[in-house]
């Protein structure tokens, strides 16, 4: 079932993480409230009885710790040769991958799994898995440092957060959301996806940014979507994220303040545009117009995400399980543990 590594070999230094695990949860849980019901069917049809679409959503940066896996890391991001603040900008020939665009990013990840979940003839456990990569690579790409080539993506700028010692990468992914939401539990992010949903509403905060969200949801255009996907996010690099030297500075109190309602705001952007691509490549249209389907009341933890229907697991799959098991155990805390009561870790800080 291994997918060929397209970007096997590429293994720039770079964070994995993401948004972390509660913004990858929201990004999916979000997403699940806009689905149209055809599309609830289909996502359910690819993920396991006991797997959530939150849950699944977070699979791809587990994977890309484990051995075998390592090969997907350069999918994550895209590697924006700008100069922030001066100027940023995308440019996916020059961004993906190498020099050439021949190697792989996370715009050419969207363009593969894209068409490996649409691939009828793939053998449903490829297609499930190309799924998983879809959840999350939506979530990635809004994140502003997942588009950024300096200082590693961020991950060589080194600040303090309320007096501790971390990095400008790790703070967007993860630090200062929750600080104001909490960890990854799911009743956490069921309070983030109740509040983002809101504000999506007609009249709510981001009611004007719909029609921008939704103007580019063509599954034959993956590329030209990513990549207007990935610039959205890149512009904050100048407009706030480096706006003004952060090296060595304390980001706990105004820049924090600031930045907050920026990753809200793309956390939001990248749930509704994952509603929208899953629904257009089920039923051909976005959907975001029309009534979405049920799962919207908070019933218990988890308890208003997308659960599938598929009984048994792989035989793969259960060997990349018990490999993601092992590998937390051992490294967990070592890595960065954000839940030291389950003993779980949220990705490797720094990709080698």
């Known amino acids: 079932m291994r997918l060929l590594p397209f970007a096997a070999g590429l293994l720039g230094v770079q964070e994995v993480a993401g948004w972390g695990f509660m913004g990858h949860k ?20 690819f993920l396991y009885r006991d797997q959530s679409i939150m849950d699944a959503a977070v699979w791809a940066d587990r994977y890309a710790h484990v051995p075998f896996g390592r090969y997907s890391k350069g999918w994550h991001y895209i590697d924006a040769r700008d100069e922030p603040p001066v100027w940023c900008g995308i440019r996916y020939k020059r961004d993906c991958g190498d020099d050439a665009g021949d190697g792989g990013c996370i715009v ?7 068409a490996r979940l649409q691939d009828e003839s793939l053998p449903w456990p490829q297609r499930a898995q190309a799924l998983r990569f879809v959840l999350h690579f939506l979530g990635d790409i809004h994140q502003p440092l997942h588009t950024e ?49 809101g504000r999506l509403s007609d009249g709510g ?24 996907w990935a610039s959205d996010a890149n512009k904050y690099v100048c407009s706030y994220v480096l706006a ?38 089920v039923t051909g249209r976005d959907g975001l117009d029309e009534v979405p389907s049920t799962y919207t009341a908070y019933s218990g933890e988890g308890g208003d995400a997308l659960y599938g229907v598929v009984e048994g697991r792989d035989a793969e799959d259960v060997v990349i399980d018990k490999a993601i098991e092992e590998y937390e155990r051992v490294y967990g805390v070592e890595y960065g543990c954000h839940d030291h009561d389950h003993g779980s870790w949220e990705g490797i800080k720094v990709q080698h």
């Open 26 to 45: 929201t990004v999916a849980l979000l997403a699940s409230r806009h689905l149209l019901p055809e599309t609830a069917t289909f996502v359910r049809r």
């Open 108 to 114: 050419s990840a969207l363009v593969n799994m894209t």
């Open 149 to 197: 080539h300096l200082a590693r993506g961020g991950n060589g700028v080194h600040v303090l957060f309320h007096a501790r010692e971390t990095n400008l990468h790790s703070l967007w992914d993860g630090a200062m959301l929750e600080r104001i939401w909490g960890r990854g539990a799911d009743r956490n992010v069921a309070l983030l996806t109740t509040a983002l949903d």
């Open 205 to 228: 905060m981001y009611a004007l940014d719909r029609p921008r969200w939704r103007a580019c949801l063509d599954v034959t255009s993956v590329q030209e979507c990513a990549v207007i």
């Open 244 to 281: 003004s030297p952060v090296e060595g500075k304390e980001l706990g109190g105004p820049y924090a303040d600031g930045a907050v309602p920026i990753i809200e705001r793309m956390v939001a952007a990248a749930g509704y545009r994952l509603a929208g691509w899953l629904n257009t490549i």
